[in-house]
């Protein structure tokens, strides 16, 4: 249980740091080379699409551009329920963002990134 803990929170901040640090989403974009689910939770998954395609064109992490990027995605969506729990999770990061927008350790949440996917992916090879 401890475990699944850390994990979780391994994987917000990690997700965290892609919607609050240019520099941390630049390292990302460049070695995820295409990879479109790199984290094990779909909402996770989702949120971090919107940070690499807001990434690719603009050159920089959405910061508070995150709302507008899930008011787009609510106004498209025709599932409620999604959109409700998509919101409800985007909800749980936002403590983080102040914080971690402060006071953030870029390299530590690279290395970080760098390691959770790698043991995501093995995960995925080891169930195939």
Same mark, same amino acid.
């Given at each position: 249980?401890?475990?699944?803990?850390?994990?979780?929170?391994?994987e917000r901040a990690?997700?965290?740091?892609?919607?609050?640090?240019? /520099?941390?989403?630049?390292?990302?974009?460049?070695?995820?080379?295409?990879?479109?689910? #790199?984290?094990? %939770?779909?909402?996770?998954?989702? $949120?971090?699409? =919107?940070?690499?395609?807001? =990434?690719?064109?603009?050159?920089?992490? #959405? /910061?508070?551009? $995150?709302?507008?990027? &899930? %008011?787009? &995605?609510?106004?498209?969506?025709?599932?409620?329920?999604?959109? /409700?729990?998509v919101e409800t999770?985007?909800? /749980?990061?936002?403590?983080?963002?102040?914080?971690?927008?402060?006071?953030?350790?870029?390299?530590? $949440?690279?290395?970080?990134?760098?390691?959770?996917?790698?043991?995501?992916?093995?995960?995925?090879?080891v169930k195939k």
């Open positions: 249980m401890k475990t699944k803990k850390y994990q979780a929170d391994e990690v997700l965290t740091g892609m919607i609050v640090n240019d /520099g941390v989403l630049d390292v990302i974009a460049r070695n995820l080379k295409g990879d479109k689910a #790199p984290f094990r %939770s779909k909402w996770s998954n989702l $949120i971090a699409r =919107w940070c690499l395609e807001h =990434w690719e064109k603009y050159k920089e992490a #959405p /910061g508070k551009g $995150i709302n507008q990027l &899930f %008011s787009r &995605f609510a106004q498209k969506s025709r599932d409620e329920d999604i959109v /409700g729990l999770f985007l909800q /749980g990061l936002n403590d983080d963002f102040n914080s971690l927008a402060e006071e953030m350790n870029s390299q530590f $949440i690279i290395d970080t990134a760098s390691r959770f996917f790698n043991a995501v992916r093995y995960e995925r090879l």
